[in-house]
């Protein structure tokens, strides 16, 4: 063993790794690219229609608001990512449980919290019911969810059809369901609260504690976390039972506030959850990303959804435009990714 | 999605050529009018349906139009129907965010939009309700309503079919739980059972919306389990052609009446050759123009028409057919999507 | 070699529905001493591991560890007792950091409850110490990414986090297949420090100069069956090459490089 054979490795190691720059240091972060594109996104609008209303209180409430009616959805979906697995079944349980309280709360004149829990309940159902197949039939979860979404979209259609004959019936928001998922201060949503509480918790069970290096590793190879010892299993199921509860709690927040149940509610999630969290630096194969990167995203897609509006532009290219964005970031992640493993 | 809540429920994807009328009429803007006045133009935010939905082309040519006409600021800020309660909050914040003279705004979702019309009147901006929300837009302190009332459309479909000799009419609904279908076939049933007929609805599965082909089949199958039905009112002129086609197939052709919501091509010419009896004319386009127009009115004379104005529905059957064809050639999206 | 085997194999058959991959097979694993595994692909190598790895049962035969007979129902339970696999590809996960890949499934926490949390200070001190104890000092940063490791680094890595959890005995399938000349010589050198630590090696490869480069005894597999095992000055290694490869012929195609290689090693 000499030091002059070490030292002839190093330089095969590529770039030195004792003492990057902060900038280089900061763009190594998974969620560098997506806090990149909301901030340039962000000064894009608010350069262009800054003065047109977008940066008004009312302005910056609509965009944080759908940023957070989003985030709390992708948060989640961006964790069961970075451990390797999608649900498309998201958007049909925040329809389903829509229409369980509204059913509850409104049809039956019920008390609201009866339907928040049996909609948090079937909620955990359905992940539970996603992870164990996944985990035990080993087949993709893409295909798996999908058939779960068309499962409980169609069986709630049925149900709801059969007992109240509609699909869409108003909800009643009342006491202190409704303080709790209704509030607003100042147009300012209280989904905003939650998504803030869900974004500290999500970063600190993802970064500083065990079962969020398992989730990272369940990610980025299934075999060699469990030959590791790592549960895979758990984690996975864990997984898609916050992604199901996140949908509930979204689900929830609108049901209390637009006061109407109805199926269809929440579809787009299974696109914009993805989109949020891919442009906010997960990758789709799993094992990178992280949930500050997905708030990003959401926060991308909140302000350009919005943001179209006070050009004056025609609003229906707001898909294009998250379109073009999404496609940007699956480019730079894959070359911030290959920065940060030392191949640029 | 396949689930697609449609606002008004016209066809959702197969008007697929709304998009290129879009990108045609998009920014034919107010910068000739600006120019022409000394004064700052009036600005007003219309907040309506998306122009995906074939409904909506000619309600946002309309609204062009008269902006055009009047030299207004128009800014159009579409609802986005996939998330329609969501999108119908942060489509008025929006508006109000962006202070302008007057807001024409479409109530599809009154418990949602009511408290920001309340808002809106609140920061001084004049309200006036469009096409939806004839129930409440006194109450909310909108200055004026424009639009068609929802259960008329089936009233007058009843009215039409009965002088055809219907007497058990199939009202077809092709977003299921939509309310303002349900209201259209409620319409239809109250009337026709004045009129000594009965009406049952069939509400088609959420998966096949986009599907004419499927939905052709489903109704045929209906058809074979109901052989009592005499005729069919359909709410999206590609559902009547399916119909149609279900009809022709059943070799029950000239047997049962047909009669639709929306105009398009096909269904002009199938009016022109007997296969479907009528189209309802919502008249989407004057939506547009009027709202515009009494907008304008209001925020620069403080004039205004009193209560409702009605826009709709009219009819187009074999009486007034050739006109209504001739505009529908000559003006893209004025009665109805290309 | 006076010192009992920690783990020993005593004519162990495994069939799989009906197809005999290994047949009345014998083995001890000493601390201490390296011993390969040479064989042809096919020869039976990956059954042997998965019987002394907790993974498959035996059909027949019987593994001892510490001289008790045991049977392992899981790769926990061999993992428990000290062995250790470490494969080539699974190894480690390139996206993620050295201490989070040294730690994975063991993470030091601090704090109660609700409040338990990882130790990333403690995770990196650990990696990186235990790095430098395989001579491996040029990885700096617990924090970096185990994807801009060499892939001699990265055998250290899962070699180090196998001993820092308990490992006696350490079974490397492959660690050299598919590295360069400069790589290879550092996992060389990597089974000599683990070797005077005490740990038993059981060191297979298909490479017979990588082999002879490091091993204490040698025991060649052919269709499943032991065909010669021996001490390291018994044989020359074209005897060693000529009875993996059952011809002389080969002996003559292997690169000039790695011979070469070989004679520079200790």
Known sequence: MTDTEISAEEADAGPGPSQPRLAR????????????????VFAFFAILAGSNGFLSPLGVAGWLDTAAELGIIAIPIGMLMIAGEFDLSVGSVVGATSIIIAMVSGYYEMSPWLGIAIAFAFGAAVGLINGIIVVWTKLPSFIVTLATMMMVLGGMLGVSIALTGSTSISAAATGSAAVLFAAEWRELHVS??????????????????????????????AQTARLAGVPVARVKIILFVCTSLGAVLTSTLQTMTFQNGNVTLGAQYVFTGIAASVIGGVLLTGGYGSPLGTVSGALTYGIVSLGVFYLGWNADLTEFFIGALLLLAVLANHRLRLMAMGRE | ?????????????????????????????????????????????????????????????????????????????????HDIEASSARTMQVAIAQAPDAIVVGSFISSVVDPYIVKAVEAGIPVYVNQSGQATWEKVGAFGFVGQIGPDAGVVA???????????????????????????CQGLNEEITKLGGTSQNLELPTADSTDQAKVSRNIGAFLQSHKDIDSIFTLNAAVATAASAAVEAAQLTGKIHIGTLEISKVALEQVRNGQIEFLINEQPYLDGFYGVLFAYHYVKFGLAPVGMVHTGPSVVDKSNIEKIATVFEKYPNVVGSQ | MEKAPVVELRHVTKRFFGVTAVKDFSLALHPGEVVCLLGENGAGKSTIIKVLTGVEMPTGGEVLVDGKAVHFRSPKEARELGIATVYQETATLPLMSVARNFVLAAEPTTGRGVFKRMNMEEASKIALMRLRELGITNVSSGEQLVGTLSGGQRQALAIARALHFGARVLILDEPTAALGVRESATVLRLIETVRVRGVAVLFITHNAYHAYSTGDRFVVLRRGESIASFAKDERTIGEVIELMAGGAELKSLLSQAESGMVAGAP
Not at chain 1, 25 to 40: C, K, N, Q, T, W
Not at chain 2, 14 to 36: P, R
Not at chain 2, 159 to 181: E, F, M, W
Request: aromatic share 10%.
């Open chain 2, 158 to 184: 009843a009215q039409h079919l009965s002088k055809a000799g219907a007497k058990n009419v199939l009202c077809v609904i092709n977003v299921p739980g939509n309310p303002y279908l349900q209201a259209i």
């Open chain 1, 25 to 40: 240091r900061l763009l190594m972060r998974p969620e560098a690219g997506g806090v990149i594109s909301a901030i340039v």
């Open chain 2, 1 to 81: 999605m396949t689930a697609s809540l449609s606002l008004k429920a016209r066809c959702v994807r197969w008007c697929g050529t709304a998009a290129v009328a879009l990108t045609l009429s998009a920014g034919a803007g107010s910068i000739a009018a600006q120019a022409a006045d000394d004064e700052a133009p009036i600005r007003i935010a219309f907040v309506s349906g998306p122009l995906y939905d074939s409904f909506f082309p000619p309600l946002y040519q309309g609204a062009n139009d008269a902006a055009d006409l009047l030299g207004v600021d128009l800014n159009y800020i579409p609802i986005d129907e």
């Open chain 1, 192 to 221: 905003i609260i939650y998504w803030i509480v869900l974004i500290v918790i999500a970063t600190y069970v993802m970064q500083r504690t065990p079962f969020g290096n398992w989730a990272y590793a369940t990610g980025g190879s």
